[in-house]
């Protein structure tokens, strides 16, 4: 099968970048890393994470390349810039900050950076990083806010054989995104964090508290909330806000020795905003270390709900009162719930230093009536098939 024109092009950008340069002082230093994934859905009636039931590599291909620039000795600034082949999704400046190393302990950064959800939050575009091609979906799935501008301020304390750091941060986010079935940009403001981390030994391990305001102009839900109000049913309209408080719990632990690993994480979404549902979802994935292979595997789960819808509109008063019911019970039965379980298994073969090359097989099994993190045109489909995945990762 033929590569897509955008893909050859992101592939040639990212062999140009991949040439050595010659050694020198220069305070600029350039590095960059890339990823050809494809990627094959057994389901005709299903597409997942922009994958078919045909060998497809435009989903989640990309390259990038990152300039670190030292201003000062304890001064650089970071640029990332990323290219991907996905139509779909965004390509651009991913990063862009400066960080002042105050001293040996103290840390801090301001401008454009990643939200700090996860542990593999900074490194999700570098397949390299970690033994998945994907990142289990039903935490890492893009529903929180990827980015954000602001201040980053991070500590680091402990002994030779514990270290240990505190991490805050503050600032907004309004790009656009997807969040469930929608594409929005919601105006989110003090949004702020602060995350804990511990390392001892082979063991380390991470707790996080995320929250932020958010405010989503969507005409046609809040012309809805406005007739609903008018008409006299303020609890009904109240229940379709798409302003509120969204908060995140995180926890992560990891053991990683020279023989195997074991990982967990998982989060808890809380929010008053009416397209954020209540989510919980979690992962444990383990593997073995065999030289230059690494065998894995993973179990995640993810459950979604939404608030009961309020049944404060009275039927058989008038048509356009049962109309007006209609429609609130069709926008609750929209509102996409992405609970979804799976189990993976995969290899990675790491073929340099810095090239490896990856397999994985992704059992999915979805809930009835539910999204699922599946796109289907049939209501009834089933929502369940497995994903084979193959793809070269890189870093130069």
Excluded at 81 to 109: C, F, K, P
Excluded at 336 to 344: G, P, R, V
Aim: glycine share 6%; hydrophobic share 40%.
């Amino acid at each position: 099968m033929l590569l897509n024109h955008r893909l050859m092009n992101l592939l040639l950008l990212s062999a140009c970048l991949s040439i050595p340069a010659k050694a020198t002082e220069s305070p600029v230093q350039i590095s960059g890393f890339g990823r050809v994934v494809s990627g094959y859905l057994d389901d005709p009636e299903l597409s997942y994470q922009g994958y078919e039931d045909e060998l497809s590599f435009d989903s989640q291909s990309l390259a990038a390349l990152q300039i670190d620039w030292q201003v000062m000795p304890k001064v650089t600034v970071t640029s990332q810039l990323l290219a991907h082949s996905n139509n779909n999704r965004e390509s651009g400046i991913e990063w862009l900050y400066l960080t002042y190393d105050v001293d040996e302990q103290w840390q801090i950064r301001i401008g454009k950076q990643r939200t700090p959800f996860f542990r593999y939050s900074d490194v999700l575009n570098v397949g390299f990083a970690y033994h998945w091609i994907t990142p289990p979906q039903q935490l890492y799935n893009g529903v929180l806010f990827p980015t954000y501008d602001g201040l980053n301020v991070k500590y680091r304390f402990g002994t030779q054989e514990v270290q240990m750091s505190l991490e805050g941060y503050y600032g907004e986010f309004n790009d656009q995104y997807d969040i469930a079935n929608l594409t929005v940009q919601p105006d989110v403001e003090n949004f702020a964090g602060l995350i804990g981390n511990l390392r001892w030994q082979y063991l380390s391990a991470q707790l996080g508290y995320h929250r932020g305001d958010i405010d989503l102009v969507l005409d046609q839900l809040n012309g809805l909330a406005g007739v609903l109000q008018q008409a006299g049913y303020q609890a009904t309209a109240d229940s379709l806000s798409t302003k509120g408080k969204v908060e995140v719990l995180f926890a992560g632990v990891a053991y990683h020795d020279m023989d195997y690993f074991i990982e967990a994480e998982v989060i808890k979404l809380l929010s008053e905003a009416f397209v954020f549902p209540t989510l919980s979802s979690a992962y444990i994935s383990a593997g073995l270390y065999l030289p230059p292979f690494t065998l894995h595997s993973t179990v995640a789960t993810s459950h979604a709900s939404y608030p009961a819808p309020v049944n404060e509109i009275p039927m058989g008063l008038a048509p356009q009162v049962d109309q007006l019911a209609a429609t609130y019970t069709q926008v609750y039965a929209s509102l996409a719930k992405d609970s979804l379980n799976s189990l993976a298994f995969g290899v990675r073969y790491d073929f340099s230093e810095n090239i490896a090359l990856k397999a994985d097989m992704t059992l999915l099994r979805g809930q009835p009536g539910q999204r699922s993190f599946f796109d289907t045109t049939h209501h009834e489909a089933s929502r369940s098939a497995t994903l084979y995945q193959f793809a070269v990762e890189w870093v130069f």
